[in-house]
């Protein structure tokens, strides 16, 4: 019985664990390592900021990302599936702000802002904003 030594019931566990959490979890966990996840975004979501933009949820997006590239943000995620842009304040300053997208009505979309910092979550609702308000 070579097979039931330590090493193997170790490996086989390990192998039994790994199917069980499924891939999903590895791979935000593998996102969190790279500095790249968007789980911490979803769950400030009801701590969010959120703003109404008169304008259709297609345009709103659109624009949006355009507004994000002029104020400097860096884009690290688009997720048109999860309805979300993930973006750093800036290329230097790597702080994660999630915008999530929802459409109240053909002329009319949400955009909530979430951040583990309260200041990075106000400093690019307050740009977005402040674009959309002078349009």
Do not use: H
């Amino acid at each position: 019985m070579q097979f039931l030594n330590r090493k193997n019931i170790s490996f086989v566990i390990f192998i039994f664990l790994f199917f069980i959490m499924g891939c999903a979890s590895v791979k935000e966990a593998s996102r969190g390592l790279a500095g790249i996840s968007t789980q911490a975004l979803e769950e400030r979501f009801p701590g969010g900021r959120t703003i109404k933009v008169k304008m259709d949820y297609d345009n709103c997006v659109n624009q949006t990302r355009i507004l994000l590239k002029q104020a400097g943000a860096y884009i690290y995620k688009d997720s048109p599936q999860r309805k979300l842009i993930a973006v750093y304040v800036s290329e230097t300053d790597t702080t994660p702000v999630g915008l999530f997208f929802e459409s109240i009505d053909e002329k009319n979309t949400y955009i909530t802002f979430t951040s583990q910092s309260d200041y990075a979550r106000d400093y690019i609702a307050e740009k977005v904003e402040a674009a959309f308000n002078k349009r």
